[in-house]
């Protein structure tokens, strides 16, 4: 993809949200386990590593926002959408599947890990048909 | 959409590089709509049209009229 003002910015924001929800995770999941929050703490740490996640899903859009080259935006909007089909229908087949007993639990911010692999579905989709072809 | 922009840029010399730096939009975006995968929208469109000097039916091929010979 062109390195264009938009995608550098898109590039750097999300390079620093993942050292930002790494960071976030790992102090949580220590701070659990040593039992060394609770109350509304509890709930802060709890949630700062999904504000990383969804400052990503903020990068995205402000990337779509900002991008000038119409046909780059074209492609990251397919791109999103071909993740939101593939996250939403592999959240609704498990969720009916886990309904009646037939798979096991799975946490549900695990919807947002399979919409980032969605973006590479997507990638590949722009890809082999035809809006980001023989590039 | 069938469009005449190869041969346009190819007789003034120009690499699809080149074409793209005049219109500010990415290489990508010139392969995309030189090779019919990707229909400008209207704005870029006559900004192709002006860059060339030319009306934008003497660029791009109405879908409605078929070939472009």
């Given at each position: 993809?062109?390195?264009?003002?938009?995608?550098?910015?898109?590039?750097?924001?999300?390079?620093?949200l993942?050292?930002?929800?790494?960071?976030t995770?790992?102090?949580?999941v220590?701070?659990?386990?040593?039992?060394?929050?609770?109350?509304?703490?509890?709930?802060?740490?709890?949630?700062?590593?999904?504000?990383?996640?969804i400052?990503?899903?903020?990068?995205?859009?402000r990337?779509?926002?900002?991008?000038?080259?119409?046909?780059?935006?074209m492609?990251?909007?397919?791109q999103?959408?071909w993740?939101?089909?593939?996250?939403?229908?592999?959240?609704?087949?498990?969720?009916?599947l886990?309904?009646?007993?037939?798979?096991?639990?799975?946490?549900?911010?695990?919807?947002?890990?399979?919409w980032?692999?969605?973006?590479?579905?997507?990638?590949?989709?722009?890809?082999?048909?035809?809006?980001d072809?023989?590039? | 959409m069938?469009?005449?922009?190869?041969?346009?840029r190819?007789?003034?010399?120009?690499?699809?590089g080149?074409?793209?730096?005049?219109?500010?939009?990415?290489?990508?975006?010139?392969?995309?709509?030189?090779t019919?995968?990707?229909?400008?929208?209207l704005?870029?469109?006559?900004?192709?049209?002006?860059?060339?000097?030319?009306?934008?039916?003497?660029?791009?091929?109405?879908?409605?009229?078929?070939?472009a010979?």
């Amino acid at each position: 993809m062109s390195r264009t003002p938009a995608m550098r910015h898109y590039r750097t924001r999300t390079i620093w949200l993942a050292l930002l929800y790494a960071l976030t995770l790992c102090s949580a999941v220590y701070c659990f386990k040593h039992q060394l929050v609770s109350g509304p703490v509890a709930w802060i740490v709890g949630t700062l590593p999904a504000l990383a996640i969804i400052g990503v899903f903020v990068a995205i859009g402000r990337y779509l926002v900002e991008e000038q080259d119409e046909y780059l935006r074209m492609l990251m909007v397919r791109q999103t959408l071909w993740a939101s089909g593939f996250a939403l229908s592999a959240a609704t087949l498990w969720g009916f599947l886990e309904a009646f007993d037939l798979v096991g639990h799975i946490e549900p911010f695990y919807v947002a890990v399979l919409w980032f692999g969605g973006l590479g579905l997507g990638r590949c989709a722009n890809r082999l048909f035809g809006a980001d072809a023989a590039l | 959409m069938i469009n005449r922009l190869k041969v346009l840029r190819a007789e003034r010399g120009w690499s699809q590089g080149d074409l793209a730096e005049r219109l500010e939009v990415s290489r990508q975006s010139v392969n995309a709509i030189e090779t019919g995968r990707y229909d400008p929208s209207l704005p870029l469109a006559f900004r192709i049209a002006e860059l060339f000097a030319l009306p934008i039916e003497a660029i791009f091929v109405s879908p409605s009229k078929g070939d472009a010979a």
